[in-house]
């Protein structure tokens, strides 16, 4: 299973874009790339996922790197209601289980 | 329709008692995973079930134990508690096997004293 290494923190503000890069150097050929968002004392919720390129939803938009390497998760116009703990994961359809780091802790100023 | 559902929502326990915790998966969803979260950290795998049989184990004491019912509902049971095993205990349940499309509860708030 590959590990991932996010920043422990980040701030921003108000209706700006927040970008948040993970790095997962040992990314397998058939990994994907999920991020979740977690409120305190709620569980994860899924933001968006994808395999290379570009993937846009409603909240958050994923770009993937040739290489596959890293990836970006993109928030545009933050809200405070955006403050939150965002994890980076990565592994395949075949894996029972994920590895989860500590993920990244945004916070997000009026 | 109902998400993920777990009960209790907090629970207070003393060191050397035995905890059941269970879990409603959403409905149609075949696989539930167990996850200990502790203050500060990403959640830490535990199990997963999928159509009532174990698939995977993490790296958790005997201590901790599972099991799935035929409606797909999950109880985690921890024995002789300590008090490391104070933690947010969440469930996730999935339509199959794959732990990409997981679903949350909101959690477990076991302390122990």
């Known amino acids: 299973l590959a590990k991932t290494t996010q920043p422990i923190s980040m701030d921003s503000y108000e209706g700006q874009e927040v970008n948040i890069t993970c790095s997962h150097n040992n990314i397998a050929t058939n990994d994907y790339i999920t991020w979740y968002q977690q409120f305190p004392s709620q569980g994860p919720r899924f933001i968006i996922q994808?395999?290379?390129?570009?993937v846009t939803n409603e909240v958050a938009s994923l770009f993937i790197p040739a290489d596959r390497k890293s990836s970006t998760l993109s928030l545009p116009r933050v809200s405070l209601s955006d403050t939150a703990v965002y994890y980076c994961l990565v592994g395949d359809h075949s894996n029972y289980q994920l590895i989860w780091g500590a993920g990244t802790k945004l916070i997000i100023k009026p | 329709d109902a998400g993920v559902t777990q009960s209790p929502t907090h629970l207070i326990k003393t060191r050397g008692q035995h905890v059941t915790l269970r879990c409603s998966p959403i409905s149609g969803h075949k696989s539930v995973s167990w996850y200990q979260q502790v203050l500060g950290q990403g959640p830490q795998f535990i199990f997963q079930?999928?159509?009532?049989?174990?698939?995977g184990r993490g790296n958790f004491p005997d201590r901790f134990s599972a099991r799935q019912f035929p409606n797909y509902s999950s109880e985690l049971n921890v024995n002789a508690l300590l008090l490391g095993d104070s933690a947010l205990y969440l469930c996730?349940?999935?339509?199959?096997?794959?732990?990409?499309?997981?679903?949350f509860g909101s959690g477990t708030r076991l302390t122990v004293v």
């Open positions: 996730a349940s999935s339509l199959d096997a794959t732990v990409l499309g997981y679903t």
């Open positions: 994808g395999y290379k390129t570009k």
């Open positions: 079930y999928y159509e009532k049989e174990e698939r």
